[in-house]
């Protein structure tokens, strides 16, 4: 899966609703305390898990969005989240934030700030449950959704101080694990936010272990998922999951934890013409965490007097 661009006008709106949100608490030092911002924001959090479904059914008896069929059966909800494989979501009327308990913490802290991002952006209002969401296009359901990631990573790695710190490191895997020790955020959302703040030729992968595929592993989608810099979208649009796949398999060893190796990869611009990438991978036991970033045309050549 890649990573979906969004409109520039969109992620300005964003940046500002952002910006004003942490300006509020006088723009902290990270890790930004999201008890802080939900208090700011006056919402409140509350959990459900499948075993206890008395907080879903609270929802479901005061859901007037989704009209008569879910006040009916009440299970509806339920089935919808689980279909959606939602890990929380947001209740506006309630100013309540309901996140599954079984996610482990630091997703919560994602989930939690994306719930917080869909109540930033004001033309997400009534979009969000029952009705209006079975009759958002798919499209344009992956819109909000990009939207409301994208104003959780500017919540979680505070705007510009994150980029800052980016550009005061040099660009490898180091870099993002001590980012994601700063900023106390899951190394895979360091590592994406890593990328997309990258003004040079940068990619980022996330996926399984490249010699111990899991059982759900498809040849054809190798990767969980594909995150791209601008520059890289634009110069290499033709660059694929399979290449990026194929070119870590040949530089990763078998361990089975840390880091799997690094090496050079050959990729192809719009043009056709190839260009290697310096890769590195690191596997944290769940998923192997790739970065790669711009070398050197093969043909460049180095003269040694
Ligand atoms: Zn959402």
């Not at 939690?112 to 079975?134: F, R």
């Not at 995150?227 to 530089?251: C, H, K, L």
Request: glycine share 6%; proline share 5%; hydrophobic share 40%.
């Amino acid at each position: 899966m890649r990573n979906l661009l969004l409109d520039q006008y969109a992620t300005a709106d964003i940046d500002q609703f952002v910006g004003r949100v942490l300006a509020d608490p006088g723009n902290p030092d990270p890790p930004l305390k999201l008890a802080d911002l939900r208090e700011l924001l006056r919402l409140d959090k509350a959990f459900y898990s499948s075993t206890d479904d008395s907080a879903i059914r609270e929802v479901v008896h005061n859901l007037r969005v989704a009209g008569q069929q879910v006040l009916a059966r009440p299970t509806i909800l339920k089935d919808v989240i689980g279909k959606l494989g939602l890990k929380a979501l947001l209740l506006p009327d309630r100013r309540r934030i309901l996140i599954d308990s079984a996610v482990p913490d630091l997703k919560q802290r994602w989930s939690e700030a994306h719930e917080i991002g869909h109540d930033l952006i004001p033309w997400h209002a009534d979009t969000m449950l029952g009705d209006n969401k079975s009759t958002l296009t798919p499209s344009c359901h992956e819109q909000i959704e990009a939207e409301a990631n994208y104003a959780a990573g500017q919540l979680l790695f505070l705007q510009h101080r994150f980029v800052e710190d980016v550009r005061s490191l040099s660009p490898n895997i180091e870099s993002v694990k001590q980012l994601k020790d700063r900023y106390q955020n899951t190394i895979a959302t360091t590592l994406w936010r890593y990328v997309e703040v990258n003004t040079g030729l940068v990619v980022g992968a996330i996926s399984g272990h490249p010699h111990r595929p899991s059982s759900d592993f498809s040849p054809r989608n190798p990767l969980r998922y594909f995150i791209r810099s601008r520059a890289f979208a634009s110069q290499f649009s033709g660059a694929t999951e399979a290449d990026v796949f194929a070119g870590m398999r040949a530089y990763c060893n078998d361990s089975a934890g840390g880091l799997l190796g690094h090496g050079e990869v050959r990729l192809f611009d719009n043009s056709g013409h190839a260009h290697l990438f310096q890769f590195e991978t690191f596997f944290n036991r769940y998923e192997a965490l790739t970065l790669g970033y711009y070398l050197r045309s093969p043909h460049s050549t180095v003269s040694v007097s």
